[in-house]
């Protein structure tokens, strides 16, 4: 389990010990798409986990959903925790926080303090800076993952702290400063919301297990890090998939663009 001290003294640790995947702590915020996140990092061994979110689970949801109609009525957080310890047994250390990560900064520090990396599944841009924010001030790695409208497309972002871009340096690296300075400016930060929501509709659990995968992998690949093992990289920290084109930028159907943005020198996260 993870302990509060700087990442390069973490990593050192980890790095002596080599503890087993079912040491490790991961705390994901949002659990639509992060239910599917928390399943595939439980079979890959994860057994402890922090989960946050604050929405009830509808009927409507359940076309993207890993938790089915019994769980219909049941807060998100909840829910997906009951789900994963009826798949693998009591062992699972899952802790609810049926609450949105502003309305107790304390708690979701405390948290992301004690985790081994940070999973960022929200639909809104406040919560994505703000967790950017903390991740940086506690020195947590972070897997931010997202989908466009309608499911056209996605992205995984993975932020390694000390090893080049933050959140908020990709948004400025893609030409969305708007984006981050609707939130710099807005002061009550929990107001500040996503355009590109994915809507529930026929299909789109389909074509959100992409992205969902794939932050899993990336999450994998932080945990492993200085490890023994047989995964393959994945490759750089930022990929834009897109599954049913994307004009001017992928036109092709599966279709993905990977890149490593660099950091910002003004940035936070460049801040020694």
Request: with cysteine.
């Amino acid at each position: 389990m993870r302990q509060d001290t700087p990442f390069t003294e973490r990593n050192a640790r980890r790095d002596a010990l080599h503890p087993p995947l079912k040491d490790s702590t991961v705390m994901i915020v949002g659990l639509g798409g992060g239910a599917e996140i928390a399943m595939h990092l439980l079979r890959s061994g994860v057994s402890r986990f922090h989960l946050f979110d604050f929405d009830t689970l509808e009927a409507g949801n359940l076309v993207r959903h890993s938790c089915g109609i019994k769980y219909v009525g049941k807060n998100k957080a909840a829910a997906v925790a009951e789900y994963l310890r009826e798949y693998a047994g009591e062992g699972i250390e899952a802790f609810v926080h049926e609450t949105s990560v502003f309305e107790n900064h304390s708690t979701t520090r405390a948290a992301m303090a004690e985790s081994d990396v940070l999973i960022v599944a929200t639909d809104t841009d406040s919560s994505r800076f703000f967790l950017n924010e903390l991740s940086i001030e506690t020195a947590t790695p972070a897997v931010f993952v997202s989908m466009f409208e309608k499911g056209k497309a996605g992205e995984v972002f993975a932020y390694r702290p000390g090893h080049g871009a933050c959140f908020s340096c990709l948004m400025r690296h893609l030409g969305r400063q708007d984006m981050l300075e609707e939130y710099e400016k807005t002061a009550e930060k929990a107001q500040c919301h996503l355009a590109r929501d994915a809507r529930s509709m026929p299909g789109i659990g389909i074509d959100q297990s992409f992205f969902s995968a794939l932050a899993a992998r990336k999450a994998l690949e932080i945990l492993l890090e200085g490890q023994e093992h047989s995964l393959p990289n994945v490759g750089e920290s930022w990929t834009i998939l897109s599954l049913f084109g994307i004009p001017g930028v992928l036109d092709e159907h599966l279709s993905s663009i990977k890149q490593n943005p660099p950091s910002f020198p003004d940035c936070e996260c460049a801040v020694p």
